[in-house]
Every structure is written in C-alpha cells, then in structure tokens.
C-alpha cells in the first residue's frame, strides 16, 4: 500500500469522528436489527453485542486517541555507522495488509481499523453474523471518510463471507496477507491457525487464574476476585479460576467466606477435591477439561494448592496465558509470582480487569496478544508496524 502521511491519516480519523456523531442514531438503529435477531442467547456474546450512545462515545474516543498518538511509521529505531563507512538505520514500517477475524463486538470494528490505518496498513474485517448490520453501517462510516479525503475504499474492507469462503480466503487470499488475528473464542483460534497460509497472532481466549498465597490480605483478595469475576463477564479480562494456598491462617473460614460472596453475587460454584471437603454441597469439576476452559459466564472454580510452586505449576499448566494474579503482602513472593508465571500479565493485587489497552495506558487495542511473536499483551499503535533496515552506501561491496 502505499505511504500517507501523517496529516492526511489525521484527516481522516477527523472525519471518521464527525461522522461517527453525526450517523450516531442510524447506527444505534441498525445495532437494534442484530440485537433483535440475536434475541435473549448467550449473554455474554449478547453484552459484546450492544452498541448504545454511550458505545458511540466510546468510538469516538479511540478514534481521538489514535488520531492525536505520534505515527508509528517511519520512527528511527536504531542507527549507526560503520567503519566500513555504511550508514544503516532501522525504522519501522506498516505490515502491510492485516485481516482481523471477530465475533459479535461492533466496536471492533472501529478500533481494529483505526490503528491498522494510522500504522498505514490495510484491512480486512471479518465480523460475525449475529453483527452484520452493525458491521455494514461502520463500514460505510468508514468508506465516508477515506473519500472526503480523496482515498480509496479498499484501505477498509468488511468480508461478507460464510464459514466455507472463509476457510478458502484464508487459504487463498486474493492478495499477500501479513498477518491475520482471529480475536474470539478456541474454536474460532483453532479455525484461522488449521486453514490461514498467513502468519496468524492468537488473541481474545482468556482463562485467568488468581491465587490466594498464604501471607494474603484477606479482604483484598475477596474485592480483587469479585471485580475481576463480575465487572464484565464477556471480558477476556474475567477471572474463571481462583487457586487458595491450604495453608492459608483460617483456611476453611476463608473458604465459606469466599462461597458467601460469590453465591450473594450469583455466581455459579465449582470445586475441586480439596474444596469440596469444606462445601461438600457445591458441584465438583467435571473433568481436568475445566480448568482449560474460559467461562465467560457467572461461573468460577475454587480449587486448593499446597504453596506458591504448586500455583505456579498449576496456572502454567492450565492458563490461557492472558493474566494472572497473585494475592499476597510479601513482595518478594510477589516477584517470584510474577518471573515464573508465564502470562501475557503478571499482577500483585490487582484486578486482571486492567488487561487493556485503554487502562494500561496503550490506548485502543486490536486485541490482547497471548502469543509471544510478535509482541505479547495489548496490540495497540506501536505494535501495528514491522521494521525496515536503509543502508547508504557508496558503491560499498562484500569482500
């Protein structure tokens, strides 16, 4: 594709914002068709699907944010001059063309397109069906904007694909594509990486664990899991498993304390063996497959573990490398935690709800990288470009 510059990208991304606010009711109106068609399934995908005013505002804001961050493309990474007399530099450049697969959330298709575009890549959105009118009229939005400012359309495009043309896109794209993120659930993930010949950045599965050391603050760790549990339960964010160190002062006190809590909330119990012998009512996993799985629902497991080894050992096992937590008041227990856990983020009482760009000050986000090429964790503008080496010569030649 070819180069913009910085002040013609703004131009857009200003437009794209005056007509965001201007379309703001026709698109609240074409959201209201999905959500009628979708009717009262999964909540979670449901809540995913909403797009509202306050949705709009949102927008909005990551258009803003994006447009007023320094552009990625074309920064000095490194630079030197040899005694052979070569001048090289290392810059970053665009990808080049990045396709992005998603279920149900439309503001997707907002914040995928507005950093894609800013690091000057081209896109192809790939939205499920249960948001196809939302996705259509964003897309236009988008399509206004690029031609105010004198651009093609084709910087922006959203796929209207089923599963099978889908599968043979990605088999056979009609052009290179440099990266392809699917961005939802393990069936979507396993879907891309079976059939994509692109390189493909996995996102969007969370499975987050928090353990409870035995030097916790009590107190903190019950309002940590509860935000983290119920703040937003289609968040990949959202904690799903919750480890307790048996030797923890008061263990099965804590234990009934954290079955109040959570029941009060609504949310649904599981236990493993060791917990099962304090709430001896509640469900017991069904399988060691539970503890791979990502809820995304008012659901959680209590399980026991004898120490931080154990926890550590048990979240390495069976996490889905997004975020982890550890609740303790010894620092140094916090730190081993954090080194050995292998997660996407590493937290010491604090909530995993912060896995996002917005909150850990990267601003909008294509996704949460769980993969550790090309970069791990929010994918926010700086992480949307490759790098290029120009080396300057003068009739220089290898010998």
């Known amino acids: 594709m070819k180069l913009l510059d910085s ?3 703004n131009n857009v991304l200003q437009s794209m914002i005056n007509i965001l606010d201007k379309r703001r009711e026709e698109i609240v109106a ?3 068709k999905d959500l009628d068609a979708f009717g009262e399934g999964d909540q979670a995908m449901r809540d995913r699907l909403v797009v509202n005013n306050a949705k709009v505002d949102d927008m909005i804001r990551s258009v803003k944010e994006v447009m007023d961050q320094e552009d990625p493309v074309g920064q000095t990474i490194e630079h030197r001059r040899l005694d052979t007399g070569l001048d090289i530099t290392n810059k970053t450049a665009p990808f080049g063309t990045i396709m992005i697969i998603y279920e149900s959330r439309p503001d997707v298709t907002i914040e995928a397109a507005v950093l894609a575009f800013k690091a000057n890549n081209k896109i192809y ?15 236009e939005c988008w399509h206004e904007a690029l031609k105010e400012n004198g651009l093609e359309k084709d910087w922006i495009e959203l796929l209207q694909m089923n599963r099978t043309e889908t599968q043979e896109f990605l088999k056979n794209p009609p052009q290179h594509i440099d990266l392809v993120v699917p961005r939802g659930g393990e069936k979507l993930i396993a879907f891309v990486k079976e059939h994509s010949t692109g390189a493909v950045l996995v996102s969007g599965r969370g499975n987050n664990f928090l353990y409870v050391s035995k030097n916790a603050d009590f107190n903190t760790a019950k309002k940590v899991m509860l935000n983290a549990k119920i703040d937003k339960i289609s968040g990949c964010n959202a ?6 160190d048996k030797n923890l002062p008061d263990f ?3 234990v009934k304390e954290l079955y109040d809590m959570f029941t009060e909330n609504k949310v649904h119990i599981q236990v493993d063996d060791d917990i099962a012998k304090v709430l001896p009512n509640e469900e017991k996993i069904p399988s060691e497959d539970t503890w791979y799985e990502e809820f995304l629902a008012m659901r959680i497991v209590l ?6 080894d154990a926890a550590m050992d048990k979240i390495n096992k069976y996490s889905g490398g997004h975020s982890a937590v550890i609740i303790t008041k010894d620092k140094e227990e916090a730190a081993n935690f954090m080194e050995q856990v292998d997660s996407a983020a590493v937290y010491h009482n604090a909530s995993t709800r912060f896995t996002d760009g917005g909150q850990m000050g990267v601003g909008a986000e294509l996704a949460i990288s769980t993969d550790k090429l090309h970069h791990r964790g929010p994918l926010g503008l700086k992480q949307l470009v490759t790098n290029k080496y120009y ?8 010998e």
Not at 239 to 244: F, G, N, Q, S
Not at 391 to 398: A, D, P
Request: proline share 0%; hydrophobic share 30%.
């Open 7 to 9: 002040k013609t990208k």
């Open 30 to 32: 074409a959201n209201k």
């Open 125 to 139: 959105l790939k939205g499920g069906k249960e948001a196809n009118h939302s996705n259509r009229i964003l897309e």
């Open 239 to 244: 904690l799903d498993k919750v480890l307790i």
């Open 252 to 254: 099965e006190k804590r």
């Open 303 to 308: 399980g026991a573990v004898d120490g931080n």
């Open 391 to 398: 080396v300057l010569g003068e009739g220089h030649i290898r």
